[in-house]
Nanobody, 121 residues
Framework: QVQLEESGGGLVQPGGSLRLSCTASGRFLSINRMGWYRQAPGKERELVSLITSGGITNYPVSVKGRFTISRDNTKNAVHLQMNSLEPEDTTVYYC???????????????WGQGTQVTVSS
């Protein structure tokens, strides 16, 4: 089983910054992709950013230029630096990891429990 532990959410004023972190633990061979998603009440979960094991990143237009994802493979961790935050960024953010658990099974994906980000004056 793989566990994802998130941290770094909180309350920030518009224009401010927050840094989210997510660390994977448990028994697995490797982590393929890691990413951040967010989900507002009544809406579908949407991609915020994604990073592959090789460091290739992907961002939707809504956060490009403001958010930066990074990864520390030695610690099985992914970070999301969020700058120039807007009230529209307020919601719960979830970490996702796509994991090779062992040689016999296909890639599995796991979610963190979510961390609240609130942007308000």
């Amino acid at each position: 089983q793989v566990q994802l532990e998130e941290s770094g959410g909180g309350l920030v004023q518009p224009g401010g910054s927050l840094r989210l972190s997510c660390t994977a633990s448990g028994r697995f061979l490797s982590i393929n992709r890691m990413g951040w998603y967010r989900q507002a009440p009544g809406k579908e979960r949407e991609l915020v950013s994604l990073i592959t094991s090789g460091g290739i990143t992907n961002y939707p237009v809504s956060v490009k230029g403001r958010f930066t994802i990074s990864r520390d493979n030695t610690k099985n961790a992914v970070h999301l630096q969020m700058n120039s935050l807007e009230p529209e960024d307020t919601t719960v953010y979830y970490c996702k990891a796509v994991v090779q658990v062992d040689f016999r099974t296909s890639l599995q994906y796991y979610w963190g429990q979510g961390t609240q980000v609130t942007v308000s004056s």
